[in-house]
Structure formats: structure tokens, C-alpha cells
């Protein structure tokens, strides 16, 4: 009988381990671009973990240390290309003198398009340009690289600032046929004014990558801490060099027509852990981000 009790002690005390992990979804639904902030709340420093969507792996950056709490927090998205469905995030988590936590929990993404397809016309120096594919393929390892940047700083407060005044003219997901042939979904969103138009800095960060480029114009890329990296393009003048630390609202450029263009407008884009995902999503505490 003693026995007994003291198993049945020791099961329950393991099960009390087990639940003082807590992991809270902003959203268990998706729609083309959005994010799902993941949290973790632990008493006990996490030794290990993984945390799985998608077959990728994402981060987890402790943001938050108390006498009794520490808390972690991760962004998960899915690519544009991924078809609609359920998908399973898969949180393993361990910490010292607390039983092992595993847990699915069900994601379903509405990756429905309903944007009507654009088309645009380049100018004929852009469509020259664009014909370049051994510059495509240099910007496009020097972009990837900055988006693969990750800091385990959460340099972002809340809600980002749009980058500049003007109209969306094309946004995040869009499928463009452009007039040399060249068929796209849009990575980001554009808004168009004229040139010269101030371009800021939609939240705080670090300038890990400024370059005159052939193909993408004058392009600045910020890293804001947790993977999440902003990359604007086209620009006229940049402001800010490589390492420089700006913050909310300062000014980074002006809106230009450089690179493959059809006319004057920023290019506005966002990644979270290497995926693109839509920045708009990122403007309003209603997104549940922050």
C-alpha cells in the first residue's frame, strides 16, 4: 500500500512538472502572409527545445527573465507557395528537474489568392537590366544572406510604422506578368510616390546590409532582432551605411526608380526567420504580434 502512494505521489508530481510549461498561439489561423507569435512560459530555463512548422525550424529567444518565469517567444509563417490546410506546430521543450513537454497544436492556413492579377510595364533600361541573370543570381545571395540574419535581441517595441506616405500599388502575394515575359509573386508590398519621398526606419534596428544594386536599386535591409528583417528597395539616396543602428521613425532614404521598375515607388518587404511574409500585417496591435 505504501508503495502505491508514493507511485502514485510521484506521477502526480510529474504531471504538476509538466504543466508548469504554458505555450500560448496568437492565431491557429492563417491567411497568405500573416504570422503566429508563439510564447513559452517556463519556471526553469529551458535546456532544450525545438519548435517545428512546416518541416522547419524556428527560434526561440528569451525576452523575459523573473524570480519564478521565464518567458520565450518565437514568430512561425509559412510561405506564400504553401498550399491551404492543417498544418501541425510541434513544440519539444525541456528544463532542468521538469519532465519533457511535447505538444502539436493544429495551424490552418487560408492561403487563398483573391487578388486580381497585375501586369507590369517596365521601362525599357529596366527591362534591359532585367535580362541580367548573373546579376539576378549575385543580389539574390547577397539578400538571402541578410535575411538569414538572426539576433536573439528583440529590438521591436510594437506596431511598425509604414515607411513612407503614398499608395499601395501592389501588395503582398500579388502575381505580376511583366512585359519581358517574367511571371512573379510579389514578396512584399510597393508603395509609390515620387521621388525623393523620405523613407523611415519602421522600427528600431541594425543596418546589416545597404547596397547600390543593379537589378533591386539601392536596397537597404534592417535587422529588428528574433529574424524578423526588412528589406527596401529601388531607393534614390540611402541615408544609413552598414552597422548603424537607427531607431523608430528615424530616416533611412528616399523613394526612387532605381533597379527593375515600371515607375517611382518603395519596395517594402519583411521576413520572419527567413520566410517572407506580409509587412502590413505588421502596422496595427490588432495583428496580435506584440
Excluded at 48 to 74: A, C, H, N, Q, T
Excluded at 94 to 121: C, E, P, S, W
Excluded at 263 to 287: F, M, T
Aim: net charge positive.
Amino acid at each position: 500500500m505504501m508503495f502505491r502512494v508514493i507511485f502514485m505521489l510521484g506521477f502526480l508530481c510529474s504531471m504538476v512538472f509538466a504543466s508548469d510549461f504554458h505555450v500560448d498561439l496568437s492565431s491557429q489561423t492563417l491567411t497568405l502572409g500573416q504570422v503566429c507569435r508563439v510564447i513559452v512560459k517556463s519556471p526553469e530555463p529551458l535546456t532544450s527545445y525545438k519548435l517545428m512548422f512546416l518541416g522547419r525550424s524556428f527560434k526561440l529567444v528569451l525576452v523575459e527573465k523573473g524570480e519564478d518565469m521565464y518567458r520565450y517567444e518565437s514568430y512561425v509563417a509559412a510561405s506564400r507557395s504553401k498550399a491551404s490546410g492543417e498544418y501541425m506546430v510541434k513544440v519539444d521543450l525541456r528544463a532542468k528537474g521538469m519532465k519533457r513537454f511535447y505538444q502539436q497544436y493544429k495551424i490552418t492556413l487560408d492561403h487563398v489568392n483573391r487578388l486580381k492579377k497585375g501586369r507590369v510595364a517596365l521601362t525599357k533600361k529596366a527591362k534591359k537590366i532585367s535580362k541580367n541573370k548573373k546579376a539576378y543570381r549575385k543580389e539574390g545571395r547577397v539578400i538571402e544572406k541578410g535575411f538569414s540574419a538572426f539576433t536573439y535581441k528583440k529590438r521591436f517595441t510594437g506596431p511598425f510604422l509604414k515607411p513612407s506616405v503614398g499608395r499601395i500599388s501592389s501588395r503582398f502575394a500579388k502575381e505580376r506578368l511583366y512585359n519581358n515575359g517574367r511571371v512573379s509573386s510579389h514578396a512584399g508590398v510597393d508603395i509609390s510616390n515620387k521621388i525623393g519621398t523620405p523613407v523611415i526606419s519602421p522600427e528600431n534596428g541594425v543596418v546589416v546590409m545597404g547596397q547600390r544594386l543593379t537589378v533591386h536599386g539601392n536596397t537597404i535591409m534592417l535587422d529588428h532582432g528574433m529574424g524578423v528583417i526588412s528589406i527596401f528597395c529601388h531607393l534614390h539616396t540611402m541615408s544609413v551605411r552598414e552597422g548603424d543602428v537607427v531607431a523608430k521613425g528615424d530616416m533611412i532614404g528616399t523613394i526612387g526608380r532605381t533597379g527593375v521598375v515600371s515607375g517611382a515607388h518603395l519596395h517594402w518587404g519583411l521576413s520572419v526567420q527567413n520566410v517572407r511574409v506580409d509587412p502590413l500585417h505588421w502596422l496595427s496591435k490588432e495583428s496580435l504580434l506584440f
